[in-house]
């Protein structure tokens, strides 16, 4: 016999929401299907094997505090608000797949009178006067004993804060990493103005205990105190909130700077390997070259990132105090690195 579970999570934190995710993802019973409804609040959520630095603006979301949170699973890099809900299918039954999930909320939508269809592998689209434009995007996890699907539903999200951090500040990379593929979209209000997220959660419940032939449960609301006593959740947590997955888990890349200032031209080759500067190369035709073929050997071995970069020039800096010009230095890497 099938065990339900119906989760809400009363947490917009991105790093807890998808270390409860993965949490319970781990500790399924056998024979389980379990519906997760969540939202976060002002987020950009990267795929497992996509380069942070590549694919959003890393530079506004530090100075605007948006947090970056990269998942288990594969797929492209969205932005998250309050205008987003999320949804979680994860089974233990043998026979379940995407499709199944797909379909609940294609019904979900149905009932709330939204006409949906499934686009390619993970999309749902809605067809409008100017064409089918995406509502839905979502990425399929699947383990030996288990599978997870997991995506979004674009209820009134801000569009202008979405192309406003996916634009990835221009940066000559080159990565290894997968890159998200851009669609039109369209949030649902345009649809049904007065669509809003309980609503929404409430039609998917209703489809999802539909579907399994079983009674409506209440949902079991989880936040961050309710686990903050269990050891394993814990761990999650902190690595989910760590720089090292969220940025150094990014695939190998390359990042070359380049600027003229008054004294010279400076170009600068990085190689980066799991967010830390593994080779540093510096040309320049600055008249006093030695400063900065000494900065590119501090550089290697830190991690790449403003804060560490800023220290290790800091520190570079003292060695070589009467030169000005090493603080234009500092300042252009820390803001090229953001």
Request: aromatic share 10%; glycine share 6%; with cysteine.
């Amino acid at each position: 016999m099938t065990s339900l579970r119906l989760l809400v999570s009363n947490s917009y934190n991105p790093w807890f929401n998808l270390s409860l995710e993965e949490h319970t993802f781990q500790n399924m019973e056998k024979n389980q299907s379990i519906l997760f409804l969540w939202r976060n609040q002002n987020t950009v959520v990267i795929g497992r094997a996509q380069n942070a630095w590549k694919e959003c603006n890393t530079r506004r979301m530090t100075r605007d505090g948006i947090k970056l949170a990269r998942r288990y699973s594969g797929g492209g890099a969205v932005f998250h608000d309050l205008g987003n809900t999320c949804f979680t299918f994860m089974s233990t039954q043998p026979k379940y797949n995407k499709n199944i999930s797909l379909n609940i909320i294609l019904n979900g939508l149905n009932t709330l009178g939204i006409k949906a269809i499934i686009s390619g592998r993970n999309d749902i689209v809605v067809d409008t006067t100017q064409g089918q434009r995406k509502i839905s995007g979502s990425a399929y996890r699947k383990t030996t004993d288990r599978q997870l699907h997991h995506g979004t539903l674009l209820l009134n999200v801000n569009l202008n804060k979405l192309t406003y951090y996916l634009n990835p500040d221009f940066k000559k990379l080159e990565s290894k990493g997968i890159s998200s593929i851009k669609s039109r979209i369209i949030n649902l209000n345009k649809l049904k103005p007065d669509i809003d997220h309980e609503e929404v959660c409430h039609t998917i419940q209703q489809a999802f205990f539909k579907y399994h032939q079983a009674s409506e449960q209440q949902p079991e609301l989880i936040s961050i105190n309710d686990l903050n006593h269990v050891i394993e959740f814990s761990k999650q947590f902190n690595k989910q909130r760590s720089w090292d997955w969220n940025f150094g888990n990014t695939p190998s890349f390359t990042h070359l700077l380049d600027k003229r200032f008054d004294w010279g031209g400076v170009e600068l080759h990085f190689d980066i390997e799991h967010g830390i500067i593994n080779r540093s190369q510096i040309f320049t035709d600055s008249l006093d070259p030695a400063p900065l073929e000494e900065l590119s050997k501090k550089l290697i071995g830190i991690p790449y990132n403003s804060s560490s970069i800023q220290n290790c020039c800091i520190k570079w800096m003292e060695n070589w105090p009467k030169l000005k010009e090493l603080e234009e230095v500092k300042l252009w890497l820390v803001k090229s690195i953001i």
